[in-house]
């Protein structure tokens, strides 16, 4: 346990921001697996574009790294194009 006034404030604000970081990190997990299992076509379109923006709000909040997000809007999009077909 910190004993300085600055070290304590400081691991309030982390606990905070690790809460924020875990939902939002939560959310993206969630819309993103819902796209990749969605069996319905029109469904799937709507899923596909909550999850895109999920996971782009998450490369701007610097949660995942833009590689990351890149290959996993590759992967739903190849999952979307499978299920057109």
Do not use: C, F, G, Y
Request: charged letters at 40%; aromatic letters at 0%.
């Amino acid at each position: 346990m910190p004993h300085h006034k600055a070290a304590i404030k400081d691991l309030r604000r982390t606990k905070r921001a690790t809460e924020r970081n875990r939902a939002n990190r939560s959310t993206m997990r969630s819309a993103v697996t819902k796209a990749m299992v969605s069996k319905d076509k029109e469904n799937a379109a709507e899923l596909m574009k909550e999850a895109m923006s999920a996971v782009d709000k998450n490369v701007k909040r610097k949660l995942i790294h833009k590689n990351t997000a890149a290959r996993k809007k590759s992967q739903i999009q190849k999952r979307l194009a499978k299920l057109v077909k």
